[in-house]
Nanobody, 125 residues
Framework: QEQFVESGGGLVQPGGSLRLSCAAS????????IGWFRQAPGKEREGVSC????????NYADSVKGRFTISRDNAKNTVYLQMNSLKPDDTAVYYC??????????????????WGQGTQVTVSA
């Protein structure tokens, strides 16, 4: 069964860090550009970051640039999002998505073939 499973979310204080993981099973991640998205309560889902198939190209939304780092380990079939200097505005459910196309800025081009179920990140004192 093909699925994407996110993990690593939780409650963290402002200024803290979290590392999210997105593990693929049932399919090979090598063939996909991967994007991280987030959706805060009452807001539309927004793109956060995108990484190319090889990992050689990464892009970030202005709101997270310099604080978040996307990476991938194709041998482990996993993509990561290291989040540092977290702010309350980063509170959201974070999702990963796979595209057989390429990154267009900080989002993969549609269509998205796989979505994860999401992991909650809450930044609060």
């Amino acid at each position: 069964q093909e699925q994407f499973v996110e993990s690593g979310g939780g409650l963290v204080q402002p200024g803290g860090s979290l590392r999210l993981s997105c593990a693929a099973s049932g399919f090979t991640l090598d063939y996909y550009a991967i994007g991280w998205f987030r959706q805060a309560p009452g807001k539309e889902r927004e793109g956060v970051s995108c990484i190319s198939r090889s990992g050689g190209s990464t892009n970030y939304a202005d709101s997270v640039k310099g604080r978040f780092t996307i990476s991938r380990d194709n041998a482990k079939n996993t993509v990561y999002l290291q989040m540092n200097s977290l702010k309350p505005d980063d509170t959201a459910v974070y999702y990963c998505a796979a595209s057989s196309s390429y990154c267009s800025g900080y989002k993969p081009r549609e269509p998205y073939h796989f979505w994860g179920q999401g992991t909650q990140v809450t930044v609060s004192a």
